[in-house]
């Protein structure tokens, strides 16, 4: 997935039907963990294509002219704005666009849209 993509999903939360949730894992709570590993997963992803925006800004902290200063600002006010993690994960898994594997009973399987 790209960082572009994200910009689709909502920025706000919002109430959402339990039974949704529930329906892919049969668990309130395996569902949960299963948005919360995407969510994870999405984070390291926007973590890194932050780090590496801003690497050509890693000098001293006084080295920078204005220009540079308003284009790092620019790139974290970017990034700023996106959806968090969380919400992509939701949104991902109640459209049906996630699988996974259960270690204990071995079965991959995939939430339904």
């Known amino acids: 997935m790209k960082i572009r993509e994200l910009r689709k ?3 706000e939360i919002k109430a959402y039907n339990i039974d949704q949730i529930i329906r892919p894992t049969g668990n309130f709570y395996q569902s ?4 919360a590993l995407r969510a994870n997963q ?3 992803l926007i973590t890194e294509d932050l780090r590496t925006r ?3 800004y890693a000098l001293e902290p006084g080295d920078f002219s204005p ?3 308003e284009e790092r600002t ?3 006010s970017i990034f700023e ?4 993690p969380h919400l992509v994960a939701i949104e991902e898994y109640l459209e049906g666009r996630l699988q996974w594997h259960d270690q204990r009973t071995g079965v ?3 939430s339904e849209g």
């Not at 949960?32 to 948005?35: K, S, T």
């Not at 704005?81 to 968090?84: C, S, V």
């Open 81 to 84: 704005r996106m959806p968090k």
């Open 9 to 11: 999903y909502p920025r």
């Open 74 to 76: 620019e790139i974290v």
């Open 54 to 56: 801003l690497e050509s």
């Open 108 to 110: 991959t399987s995939g």
């Open 67 to 69: 220009h540079e200063v």
């Open 32 to 35: 949960v963990y299963v948005m």
């Open 42 to 44: 999405l984070n390291e």
